[in-house]
């Protein structure tokens, strides 16, 4: 079973800064790309960067783009996501998605809980 916890999340003023940690632990064989995803109150959930292994070319929403830098800790299997020049529509909760390979071979995806990210004016 493979787990992802989301670590980082808290309250920043309107220009700040914060760094959203995401640990990927569990029995797989490979995993094939991370992405971060934020859902803000009654809205859908919306992918804003990701990192696939095979190219290493991070891809960002055109929302978060120029201020969001998505990286990756290959060997211990993290990801992280700075977010600088936070504003208040980046509110929501953000969660660590990976799409991996199981060890049966299958592609399996999951999910961490979330991490709330609360930006202030």
């Known amino acids: 079973q493979v787990q992802l916890v989301e670590s980082g999340g808290g309250l920043a003023q309107s220009g700040g800064s914060l760094r959203l940690s995401c640990t990927v632990s569990g029995t797989f064989s490979t995993i094939l790309n991370i992405e971060w995803a934020r859902q803000a109150p009654g809205k859908s959930r919306e992918v804003v960067a990701g990192?696939?292994?095979?190219?290493?070319?991070?891809t960002y929403a055109d929302s978060v783009k120029g201020r969001f830098s998505i990286s990756r800790d290959y060997a211990k299997n993290m990801a992280f996501l700075q977010m600088d020049s936070l504003q208040p529509d980046d509110t929501g909760v953000y969660y660590c998605h990976a799409d991996l390979l199981a060890t049966s071979g299958w592609r399996e995806d999951s999910w961490g809980q979330g991490t709330q990210v609360t930006v202030s004016s």
């Open positions: 990192l696939p292994t095979f190219d290493k070319k991070a």
